[in-house]
């Protein structure tokens, strides 16, 4: 039976969604329905449709009390939201539906599983949030929250673990047919810690031990993991926060992570080998992956920054979108991400130019767009001596821009949005090292009227970047110092008609 908080949250979001026209939003980036969207949540393949659900608060475009809106799609790039799924509205979830994941369970009805949060007053005088976790079981739509609430709490928990950051379960069928997740925790040492639980029938869970520990390496507490096996590796990704900066790998404040590894699933211990940041760029925090029926593993994130989220300017009816769906593969030690290949079945009107000179200022007549797909090789233009710079402005006019600025010498590639329209002193730029070959560098930009996103090397790394630039600043220019040949593909990226 639905409650009275959620019929209410329903019935606002579908008369605000009426007043933003489509052109107020992005085009094939999910935005959330009105008002505030964070975190993604409970990504999956059901009954022949992707369901991706949002960390959500419908009645302002600021964070709230949170509800978990719902949003369906046949292509990862087309959506069609549907109603609120979660509310708080129970004794354990009070204060908050956090974030979570989904399953099918072996009845064919969907599991939902979330963190529910209730503020608990101190004896200090102060409130702290007690989280746990709870399940809720529905058709794809409607859901029905579990009796026996909450299935993982505090008596779940290994010995100093903490009870106030215990959330955003991670669930995942086992080949057998029984469930396992995991849950970001922080121990004794107050950094952050992945645990592993496992259950029969998805309701009834038991710790499964502790599957990796920060150790006061990675940021403090680590959010919103998952885990999974990918090309021959296991595959931990997590979004630490409080990170402090290691070179140009990973930055100040809240961040992400991957780890690769061997995992023993029988003794539950995680060998990890590797380390590196998800994303390179300013806006992308959270992800949560998904299988494809035809395989894929599939990554969506939430295209904010939680340092810059509560500042942007200008204020409009919602706040939040979602990365563009990557596929993702394992390389030489490597996480690589690559647009989902759906999105090629978009793209209109190619425009291509080969062996382009570029010294100075350059801007090619076919070129230029808000919603396009475009591949850029660059290298050196003459043998002898090599180029200082080369810079990409996009969404650009007399007033407004935003580029993308490779220094081959330092192979160092700066995203910067400083002119974008932004009115607020935020991150406004962002360093990351690349993998060039003497000067050869490759990058497709895709970009969709509120955001910007690279992927460099064919998906060695990638750059995320939210803009709110006015939707007449169309142009493109490419700027040298020094000597660049560069080739160009654009496409404009349109709906299906």
């Known amino acids: 039976m639905t409650s009275q908080v959620l019929r209410e949250a329903r019935k606002y979001e579908e008369a605000a969604e009426k007043s933003i026209p489509g052109e107020e939003r992005p085009i094939f980036h999910l935005a959330s329905r009105a008002g505030w969207m964070n975190d993604p949540n409970g990504f999956c393949y059901y009954k022949g449709q992707y369901h991706l659900f949002y960390q959500y608060y419908p009645y302002e475009p600021k964070w709230g009390p949170m509800h978990w809106g719902h949003a369906v799609s046949g292509d990862l790039l087309h959506w069609n939201y549907l109603p609120a799924a979660l509310a708080p509205d129970e004794a354990y979830d009070r204060d908050g539906c956090f974030s979570g994941s989904a399953a099918a369970l072996a009845d064919g009805r969907m599991l939902l599983m979330y963190t529910g949060v209730v503020k608990e007053h101190q004896d200090d005088g102060s409130y702290q949030e007690v989280q746990t976790q709870c399940v809720a079981v529905g058709d794809g739509v409607d ?31 086992n080949a057998d047919g029984t469930y396992s997740c995991v849950v970001g925790n922080r121990p004794a040492d107050g950094s952050g810690q992945i645990l592993l639980y496992h259950s029969e029938d998805g309701f009834q869970w038991k710790f499964g031990g502790v599957l990796a520990a920060n150790g006061n390496r990675f940021g403090k507490m680590w959010e919103c993991p998952d885990f999974f096996e990918l090309d021959g590796t296991w595959v931990l990704l997590t979004s630490p926060q409080d990170m402090l900066p290691e070179g140009l790998e990973y930055h100040n404040g809240n961040g992400t992570l991957c780890l690769l590894g061997d995992y023993d699933e029988a003794s539950g211990v995680f060998n990890e080998k590797h380390n590196q940041a998800i994303d390179y760029g300013i806006d992308f925090y959270a992800p949560q992956t998904t299988l494809t029926p035809d395989g894929r593993r599939v990554m969506v994130g939430w295209m904010q920054n939680w340092d810059t989220c509560n500042m942007h300017y200008p204020k409009g009816p919602w706040l939040g979108q979602m990365s563009l769906p990557r596929e993702l593969s394992v390389k030489g030690g490597r996480l690589y991400q690559n647009p989902v290949r759906e999105l090629e079945r978009m793209r209109r009107n190619k425009a291509g130019y080969e062996n382009v000179p570029v010294t100075g200022l350059l801007e090619l007549e076919q070129v230029k767009g808000r919603s396009i797909d475009m591949e850029i090789r660059i290298r050196p233009g003459s043998p002898q001596e090599m180029y200082q710079k080369f810079e990409v402005r996009l969404a650009q006019d007399h007033q407004y821009h935003t580029s993308i600025i490779f220094q081959p010498k330092e ?37 969709d009227r509120f955001s910007m996103e690279v992927f460099v090397n064919d998906g060695e790394q990638a750059l995320s970047a939210t803009i709110y630039t006015k939707q007449e600043a169309e142009g493109i220019q490419f700027l040298a110092e020094g000597d660049v040949n560069m080739d160009v593909v654009k496409y404009d990226l349109c709906a299906f008609e």
């Open 143 to 173: 859901f029905e929250k579990y009796k026996g609430n909450p299935a993982l709490d505090e008596k779940s928990l290994p010995e100093g673990s903490s009870r106030f950051d215990f959330r955003d379960p991670k669930i995942w069928k």
């Open 411 to 447: 192979s160092i590639l700066k995203i910067d949005r400083k002119f974008s329209g932004s009115r607020r002193a935020i991150i406004h730029q962002r360093r990351s090292l690349v993998h060039d070959k003497g000067g050869e560098l490759k990058l497709r930009i895709i970009l």
